[in-house]
C-alpha cells in the first residue's frame, strides 16, 4: 500500500480529525494491547462509509473494519492497510413507538439504557454485553438465553463497492456467533430493532440483576476481551482450564482470571505476544490434560512484530513506551466512567 497516497486520497473523503497515521491499536481495544495500524479513519457519516469503502477496493487496499474493540486481540506489529472504526463516531439511537433505528457504533449499553428510559423490554440481555452494536450484529452476540437475532428486524449494510443495500432478519442468516455479515464482506451501518412496550420497573431490576451477576463473576476491573474462548461442546472453557489447575494462571504480565478461569487478563500492562502465550499454554494445558482443543473466541488479528526490532534494548524502550500509553489511555476513561 502507497500510505501516502492512501492519506491524500482520503482527505478528500474525510475531515483530518476522523484520519489517524501509525495509530496504537492499544487505544482502541479493551485489552489495551496492540501495535499500529497504518492508518485508522472514523467516518461520521453514511456517505463518508460509502466512499471510504469504495476508495480502498479500488485501490486494493487491505482493510480491518472493528467496533469499539472489545473482542479483539491485535498483534505487537499492528495492522497493515487502514483500520475503518464504527464506534461513538457513529453511534445514533432513536426510537419510534417500540422500534428503535441505531446506527452500529452505538454501544449495546446505550441502547439498553435508552430502550429502558422507552419502558421497551428485549434488550435486556445485551445490555451488559461490552461491545457495539455492529459487532453484536455480525457475531450473532447473545448471552443469558438471549441473542441479538431476537431484536432485529433489519440491517443496513455496505459492501465492499460502497453500495448500501437492506438486509431483512432471514437475510442476516443467524446462527451461533455467526451471521451472513462473516461470509460476504458487508458491514452492517445501521440495524431497525424490534422490542415491545414493558414495565420500567421490571426491566431495570432484570437489568440491575444481569449487571450484578456479570460484576461478581467476571473480572470487568481489568482489561481484557471477554470470553477468551468459545464453549466446546459438551463441557465448559472456564471449568476445564480451572481443572487443569490454571486458575489465576500468571504468565509475564498476562493473566488467567482468578475470578473466572474462561477470561484472560492484562494484568499488569502486557503486550499481545504475551498474552498470545498464555492463551497457547492454556489451549495445550487443556488438550494434555483433557483432550478437548479449546478454540479462540477473541479475534487475534495483525502481524508479528520484527524480528530485527527485538533487541532487548529496543523491547525495553518500546514496552516502557506502550505502559506509558496504555497507563493514559485506562486513566482516561476512568475519568469519563466517573
Do not use: W
Not at 36 to 60: G, H, Q, S, Y
Not at 125 to 132: D, K, R
Not at 268 to 291: P, Q, R, S, Y
Request: proline residues 3%; hydrophobic residues 35%; charged residues 35%.
Amino acid at each position: 500500500m502507497d500510505k501516502e497516497k492512501i492519506y491524500n486520497e482520503l482527505k478528500k473523503i474525510l475531515d483530518n480529525d476522523e484520519i489517524f497515521i501509525d495509530e496504537h491499536m492499544l487505544k482502541h481495544t479493551t485489552f489495551k494491547v496492540g501495535g499500529p495500524a497504518d492508518i485508522l479513519v472514523r467516518p461520521r457519516t453514511e456517505e463518508e462509509f460509502c466512499k471510504v469503502f469504495k476508495l480502498l477496493n479500488d485501490e486494493d487496499v487491505p482493510y480491518l473494519v472493528k467496533g469499539n474493540g472489545s473482542n479483539l486481540l491485535i498483534k505487537d506489529g499492528g495492522i497493515r492497510g487502514v483500520v475503518i472504526e464504527i464506534a461513538d463516531n457513529f453511534d445514533e439511537i432513536r426510537f419510534e413507538g417500540d422500534r428503535g433505528y441505531v446506527q452500529t457504533g452505538a454501544l449495546l449499553s446505550e441502547i439498553g439504557q435508552r430502550a429502558m428510559e422507552e419502558k421497551l423490554t428485549g434488550f435486556e440481555f445485551a445490555s451488559g454485553i461490552p461491545g457495539t452494536l455492529g459487532g453484536a450484529l455480525a457475531m450473532n452476540a447473545g448471552a443469558y438465553d438471549g441473542e441479538t437475532k431476537n431484536f432485529v428486524h433489519s440491517v443496513r449494510v455496505v459492501d465492499r463497492e460502497g453500495n448500501i443495500i437492506e438486509l431483512s432478519n432471514e437475510e442476516m442468516e443467524f446462527g451461533y456467533r455467526k451471521s451472513t455479515l462473516i461470509k460476504s464482506g458487508y458491514t452492517a451501518l445501521s440495524a431497525t430493532i424490534q422490542l415491545s412496550h414493558g414495565n420500567y420497573d421490571e426491566i431495570k431490576e432484570k437489568m440491575d440483576d444481569l449487571r450484578h451477576r456479570r460484576e461478581s463473576k467476571q473480572p470487568l476491573e481489568y482489561p481484557s476481551a471477554g470470553s477468551t474462548f468459545k464453549r466446546p461442546e459438551g463441557y465448559f472453557a472456564g471449568k476445564l482450564i480451572q481443572d487443569s489447575g490454571l486458575k489465576g494462571y500468571i504468565h509475564k504480565r498476562a493473566r488467567v482470571s482468578p475470578k473466572h478461569s474462561g477470561f484472560v487478563i492484562n494484568s499488569d500492562g502486557a503486550n499481545a505476544t504475551e498474552v498470545i502465550e498464555l492463551i497457547e499454554h492454556v489451549k495445550a494445558t487443556v488438550f494434555e490434560k483433557f483432550g478437548v482443543r479449546l478454540e479462540e473466541e477473541v479475534k487475534i488479528l495483525g502481524e508479528d512484530p520484527k524480528l530485527e526490532d527485538s533487541t532487548s534494548e529496543k523491547d525495553s524502550e518500546a514496552e516502557t513506551s506502550e505502559k506509558a500509553i496504555q497507563e493514559k489511555v485506562i486513566s482516561e476513561e476512568t475519568g469519563k466512567n466517573k
